[in-house]
């Protein structure tokens, strides 16, 4: 036997715990980094909205846009359907590397100010189609962005028996 063999180091189980602690707290301090990455990762490319054409039918625009936010009643016994859409949300690997990196040098805190910001990317838009008695499109209406509601501003009340 060589005298290197006996000098090789033995690990002692309070040493092995340790180093499994250690990992497992490696390990929770990565597990909330991500949210940024995917959300970044996951966005919609934007509709076109010249791909639904007159004559196409109410089942495959909702395949297009999935299922209308509001249903109206329209003219000559049609329906006018009006769905929501996100313009300027595409997915960026580069923006995900961006977020993972900065999880990885922050050791995860980057998601508190990564998600908020990855949260708000992209504006809703409208779109109507006007459909026929026959579900068939009659007409596709140009992109309205949605506004956000704004909340009445409450007077300010300086006593209970003003």
């Known amino acids: ?6 000098t090789a180091k033995k690990f002692s189980f309070r040493e092995f715990i340790s180093g499994i602690r250690i990992a497992a707290a490696i390990g ?18 934007d509709f076109d909205p010249a791909v639904i054409r007159q004559g196409d039918t109410k089942p495959h625009v909702r395949t297009l846009l999935g299922q209308p936010v509001r249903t109206e009643n329209g003219e000559n016994g049609g329906t006018v359907e009006t769905y929501e859409t996100v313009f300027g949300d ?6 995900a590397f961006m977020h993972g990196t ?13 998600t908020p910001i990855e949260a708000v990317q992209g504006d809703t838009y ?32 300086l006593c209970d028996f003003c």
């Open 102 to 114: 900065f999880d990885i040098l922050t050791l995860g805190l980057w998601e508190v100010v990564g």
């Open 90 to 95: 595409p997915p960026s690997k580069a923006r």
């Open 28 to 45: 929770l301090l990565l597990v909330p980094a991500g949210c940024s990455v995917g959300m970044a990762m996951s966005g919609q490319s």
């Open 126 to 157: 409208e779109i109507s189609v006007t459909f026929d008695d026959l579900d068939r499109v009659v007409a596709v209406h140009s992109p309205v962005k949605k506004e956000e509601p704004t909340q009445p501003q409450q007077e300010e009340v």
């Open 1 to 6: 036997m060589s005298p290197q063999a006996k």
